[in-house]
């Protein structure tokens, strides 16, 4: 009976230490490893969905979705979070020049968009872009909410030039996302 009664109060003690939620935006700085950073707010909600634009002759469609508790590692320790998740698909005359909609990031990041923190209580969401071969592209995109059906898209490439050295030259290294500064997305 004692051992059982011992065993009790363990197994009780481990489950009382569960993981840490802290919200989405908390500061890294200050929460234990293997926290969750949880959006606890919905703030990524509103932009859940499927969304179009046509920029350049070019339509663009996003097909943008909540992850949650997903595993991450920043700055050498390991957490989890709530991320959102962008597919999308462009097409130029009807012609699909570059498409994420199937792809599964798991083993292969290039091409993928995500997003981890907002700012102004959602009003803002900030997303990384990986880029596409050799990471051309890579760099900041931020929506910023209009309304309900609405979003203002904002790219910032932070790398466009090729690395001849590391870049095998018969790979395509078009950015087909829209380089472009408020570009308004509507839900679908």
């Known amino acids: 009976m004692k051992q059982l009664s011992l065993i009790l109060s363990i197994s009780l003690i481990i489950s009382c230490k569960g993981q840490q939620?802290?919200?989405?935006?908390?500061n890294i700085t200050t929460v234990p490893i293997n926290a969750y950073f949880k959006d606890t707010n919905n703030e990524?909600?509103?932009?859940?969905?499927?969304?179009?634009?046509?920029?350049?002759?070019?339509?663009?469609?996003?097909?943008?979705?909540?992850?949650?508790?997903v595993p991450i590692n920043l700055l050498g320790k390991n957490y989890f979070t709530d991320r959102l998740i962008v597919r999308?698909?462009?097409?130029?005359?009807?012609?699909?020049?570059?498409?994420?909609?199937?792809?599964?990031?798991?083993?292969?990041?290039?091409?993928s968009i995500e997003g981890l923190m907002t700012e102004?209580?959602?009003?803002?969401?900030?997303?990384?872009?990986?880029?596409?071969?050799?990471?051309?592209?890579?760099?900041?995109?931020?929506?910023?909410?209009?309304?309900?059906?609405?979003?203002?898209?904002?790219y910032y490439p932070g790398s466009a030039t090729l690395n001849d050295n590391m870049c095998p030259k018969n790979l395509d290294y078009t950015i087909y996302l829209p380089e472009t500064e408020n570009l308004v997305f509507t839900k679908q």
């Open 21 to 26: 939620i802290v919200p989405l935006n908390s």
């Open 44 to 69: 990524f909600n509103p932009y859940i969905g499927t969304w179009t634009a046509t920029y350049q002759g070019k339509n663009i469609k996003l097909v943008i979705n909540k992850e949650e508790k």
């Open 88 to 111: 999308y698909e462009i097409k130029t005359n009807g012609v699909v020049a570059q498409s994420t909609l199937g792809k599964d990031f798991t083993n292969d990041s290039s091409l």
């Open 120 to 154: 102004d209580n959602g009003a803002v969401v900030t997303l990384i872009f990986s880029g596409g071969n050799c990471s051309i592209g890579n760099g900041l995109i931020k929506f910023k909410k209009i309304s309900a059906t609405q979003f203002y898209w904002n």
